[in-house]
């Protein structure tokens, strides 16, 4: 069973209003969606989307007239609006990462805790498996990826020993990837509670998924469609992700460019910036009874911020 990480958090941040327009942008199995259309009013309306077909099997369960789910990535988002004939909202959140489902299925490859396929593809309908892509790629660009996305400091460590490995067999499973992986950080880190394969199949996933690049597809089309007043909520589980939405947030809010020292009101101050978002709060992460019940919401961080309202 998928269990949402920060549900009430997350839904209280949108401050939905009973008529408005919502996106859930990772919609999962459900858990924020289910919660947004117990608050929204009969004018109200949910749109989600899901990359993964599962995930959309799932929403089309859902049999409400405010609702409806769509196959599709983060950079689609608008298109996806467009053909519904919807140009503005006034919420939209997005849970990246991983679901549980997805973890837990075999098939799916994204675990190393059992022999499955390695897959690793969030949208299974296009795109190279990671075996595929393991079979292919230079130990240089192997390295990089593990370093970059994976922030693994023996990433050349085991670039070497995958390119090693597979000149010998095929690496086709995760168990064949994990023990690869395990040989070359245990022997360097054995103080570590983490699984010694974590950052390189995160990296990897990452990677294949282009999670980053659709990330920073998608926070300025957040931005473009929601109405003054609407909230951008953003639940992040890897420090390059919450980085990347930090230092988004931060720059969209910045004044900086406005002369210091001369009195301006808000609204000129907005009139004149390009400030398009307003941070609200600091950083929400889960408290430690959620990290008990859930061990997936341990590196959670949501950060919220709201369309700057233009007063003239």
């Known amino acids: 069973m998928h269990i949402p990480v920060l549900l009430h958090e997350a839904v209280d941040a949108l401050a939905v209003k009973p008529d408005g327009i919502y996106v859930d942008a990772t919609f999962g199995r459900g858990g924020h ?7 929204l ?18 929403g089309e369960a859902i049999t409400d007239q405010r609702f409806c789910i ?26 990246l990462g991983v679901s549980s489902p997805q973890l837990e299925e075999i098939s799916r ?55 090693a490995a597979r000149a010998r067999q095929p690496i086709v499973t995760t168990s064949q990837l994990a ?18 394969a974590t950052r390189t199949f995160q ?3 990452i990677f294949l998924n282009r999670e980053l690049e659709e990330l920073s597809l998608v926070l300025p089309q957040c ?15 890897h420090s390059l992700e919450d980085r990347m ?11 900086d460019e406005l002369p210091r020292g001369v009195p301006l009101r808000e609204k000129d101050v907005q009139r004149l910036s390009k400030q398009t978002l307003r941070v609200i709060g600091r950083a929400v992460r889960p408290g430690e009874r959620e990290v008990e019940e859930n061990a997936r919401a341990r590196s959670a961080v949501m950060r919220v911020a709201e369309k700057v309202t233009l007063n003239g």
Not at 120 to 125: G, K, L, P, Q, S
């Open 41 to 58: 009013g009969e004018q109200g309306r949910l749109v989600a989307l899901d990359r993964d077909l599962a995930a959309v099997v799932a």
């Open 109 to 163: 490859g994204f675990s190393f805790r059992a022999g499955g396929p390695l897959d690793m593809r969030m949208d299974t309908t296009g795109g190279q498996t990671a075996a595929e892509w393991l079979a292919a790629v230079a130990e240089e660009q192997l390295e990089r990826v593990i370093k970059e996305y994976g922030e693994e400091r023996f990433a050349r460590q085991i670039a070497r020993a995958i390119v």
């Open 70 to 95: 769509r196959h599709g990535s983060f950079s689609q988002m608008q298109w996806i609006l467009q053909q519904l004939g919807i140009a503005k909202i006034d919420g939209v959140l997005l849970d």
């Open 223 to 237: 931005v473009e469609l929601l109405n003054p007043g609407g909230r951008l909520v953003v639940i992040s589980f």
């Open 245 to 255: 939405v930090k230092q988004f947030m931060r720059k969209a809010a910045s004044t």
């Open 33 to 39: 969606s289910r919660l947004i259309l117990s608050r």
């Open 203 to 205: 990296a990897i996933r």
């Open 179 to 196: 023990e690869i992986v395990s040989a070359v950080v245990r022997t360097r880190q054995r103080e570590s509670i983490r699984h010694p």
